[in-house]
Nanobody, 118 residues
Framework: VQLQASGGGLVQAGGSLRLSCAASGDTFSSYSMAWFRQAPGKEREFVAGISRISGSTYYADSVKGRFTISRDNAKNTVYLQMNGLKPEDTAVYYC????????????WGQGTQVTVSS
């Protein structure tokens, strides 16, 4: 499966952005999808995931209540709605897919930059 992320940009603290990740090349509904992020000088970290069957969602504690992950299987797209953005959310955001349901990132998109100014 190929993944193409988009929607990043520069936003002030407290603002919102919606990231999109379009999938192609395989049956999208057979993949669990996730968003990860990597800030400068830090390791890549899990942000949010959505299961392939039940649509159950999972979030890192740092974004719980502010970010929402969703998927549209008809459009082969997963979204990350980010509200109440903070400067510490600044990072490159990556979408990832896997069949295991463990959000281990077997396939990766190219990343989209999110910058939150204070």
């Amino acid at each position: 499966v190929q993944l193409q992320a988009s929607g990043g940009g520069l936003v002030q603290a407290g603002g919102s952005l919606r990231l999109s990740c379009a999938a192609s090349g395989d049956t999208f509904s057979s993949y669990s999808m996730a968003w990860f992020r990597q800030a400068p000088g830090k390791e890549r970290e899990f942000v949010a995931g959505i299961s392939r069957i039940s649509g159950s969602t999972y979030y890192a504690d740092s974004v719980k209540g502010r970010f929402t992950i969703s998927r549209d299987n008809a459009k082969n797209t997963v979204y990350l709605q980010m509200n109440g953005l903070k400067p510490e959310d600044t990072a490159v955001y990556y979408c990832a897919a896997d069949r295991s349901g463990l959000f281990r990132g077997d396939y990766w998109g190219q990343g989209t930059q999110v910058t939150v100014s204070s």
